[in-house]
T-cell receptor
Framework: DQQVKQNSPSLSVQEGRISILNCDYT??????FLWYKKYPAEGPTFLIS?????DKNEDGRFTVFLNKSAKHLSLHIVPSQPGDSAVYFC??????????FGTGTSLTVIP | DSGVTQTPKHLITATGQRVTLRCSPR?????VYWYQQSLDQGLQFLIQ???????AKGNILERFSAQQFPDLHSELNLSSLELGDSALYFC?????????????FGQGTRLTVV
């Protein structure tokens, strides 16, 4: 049973525009959410996180939004750059236990 | 560089064999996680150790086992290997067992079973 879902396998965006990556989860006990970026043949790299006590966290061009009632989080990248092209995974955990990952969204930023 | 070291980077072995994957966590991290990524799949959680003790278990096969040693490095043992075990195996580490901490990943071990 997939507790974290990323329903869009891929996304293409023009350079300079906004990229919005979405993630849904089913377990209401999740209290910590993360986004990872992964290039081919490399391990996932931590990007940004948000605790369930917040609804928004911002770090430079990256903002994560959390809607607990909808069990939905999103990652906004503004402005998008070609170097942002990668696979993005969202992940969630409860009480410091294992992280559950989505299946990833492949983002392509077109120059 | 995440600070998490995995060896070897690549491993090719035959069906029925046994292999050991090694992970050295970031300095100071007490939690170690193992994940499997098969082709076109997401990251499947296998097992978590915290300060030497097993903390959480995911979809880990009985043919697979892991342990975390007193120096906090961890090993994942895969035995009676099958073709379907071919995958990228990632190790990650984090500081805390009780939430609020991101996990940092190693570069993975690519296992090919022939």
């Amino acid at each position: 049973d997939q507790q974290v879902k990323q329903n869009s396998p891929s996304l293409s965006v023009q350079e300079g525009r906004i990229s919005i990556l979405n993630c849904d989860y089913t377990n209401s006990m999740f209290d910590y959410f993360l986004w990872y970026k992964k290039y081919p043949a490399e391990g996932p790299t931590f990007l940004i996180s948000i605790s369930s006590i917040k609804d928004k966290n911002e770090d430079g061009r990256f903002t994560v939004f959390l809607n607990k009632s909808a069990k939905h989080l999103s990652l906004h990248i503004v402005p998008s750059q070609p170097g942002d092209s990668a696979v993005y995974f969202c992940a969630a955990s409860a009480f410091g236990n294992q992280f559950y990952f989505g299946t990833g969204t492949s983002l392509t930023v077109i120059p | 560089d995440s600070g998490v070291t995995q060896t070897p980077k690549h491993l090719i072995t035959a069906t029925g064999q046994r292999v050991t994957l090694r992970c050295s966590p970031r300095s100071g991290d007490l939690s170690v996680y193992w994940y499997q990524q098969s082709l076109d799949q997401g990251l499947q959680f296998l097992i978590q150790y915290y300060n030497g003790e097993e903390r959480a278990k995911g979809n880990i096969l009985e043919r697979f086992s892991a342990q975390q040693f007193p120096d906090l490095h961890s090993e994942l043992n895969l035995s009676s290997l099958e073709l379907g075990d071919s995958a990228l195996y990632f190790c990650a580490s984090s500081t805390l067992a009780n939430g609020g901490s991101e996990a940092f990943f190693g570069q993975g071990t690519r296992l090919t079973v022939v």
